[in-house]
Nanobody, 127 residues
Framework: DVQLVESGGGSVQAGGSLKLSCTVS?????????MGWFRQAPGKEREGVAA???????TSADSVKGRFTISQDSARNTVCLQMNNLQPEDTAMYYC?????????????????????WGQGTQVTVS
C-alpha cells in the first residue's frame, strides 16, 4: 500500500515563501520512482509543477522555474517543494503524486495520468 501526506501549506503575502512536504509511506520495495507536485486552482485543470526521479533528476514547469525547487530526503521518505517569491497566481491546492517505475519521469512528467498515487492536498493562498 502507499500513502502520501502533504503538509506545509498556508497563507502568505506576495513575495513570501512556503515549503511543502510530502511524506511517503509504502510497502513497495522498488528502488525507482517518480514523484511530482501538482496544483489545481478553482475552475482550472490540475497542472504539473515539478517532478523528481529516484536518482535526483528534477524538472519543473516554466511558470515556476527559478522560484520553486523540488528536493528529496530519502532517509526520511520525504519530497519537498520550496516555493519562493510566491505570487497570487500560485494560489491553489497542491498535491503530491507518485509512481513506482523502472523509467524516469520523462517528458510527460506533467501529466496527472502518469501517476498512480496521490495525497489529499494542501492549500496555498497568496494575497
Amino acid at each position: 500500500d502507499v500513502q502520501l501526506v502533504e503538509s506545509g501549506g498556508g497563507s502568505v503575502q506576495a513575495g513570501g515563501s512556503l515549503k511543502l512536504s510530502c511524506t511517503v509511506s509504502t510497502t513497495y520495495t522498488y528502488k525507482n520512482y517518480c514523484m511530482g507536485w501538482f496544483r489545481q486552482a478553482p475552475g482550472k485543470e490540475r497542472e504539473g509543477v515539478a517532478a523528481i526521479d529516484s536518482d535526483g533528476s528534477t524538472t519543473s514547469a516554466d511558470s515556476v522555474k527559478g522560484r520553486f525547487t523540488i528536493s528529496q530526503d530519502s532517509a526520511r521518505n520525504t519530497v519537498c517543494l520550496q516555493m519562493n517569491n510566491l505570487q497570487p497566481e500560485d494560489t491553489a491546492m497542491y498535491y503530491c503524486a507518485a509512481r513506482w517505475t523502472n523509467l524516469p519521469c520523462g517528458d510527460r512528467w506533467y501529466l496527472s495520468s502518469q501517476y498512480n498515487y496521490w495525497g489529499q492536498g494542501t492549500q496555498v493562498t497568496v494575497s
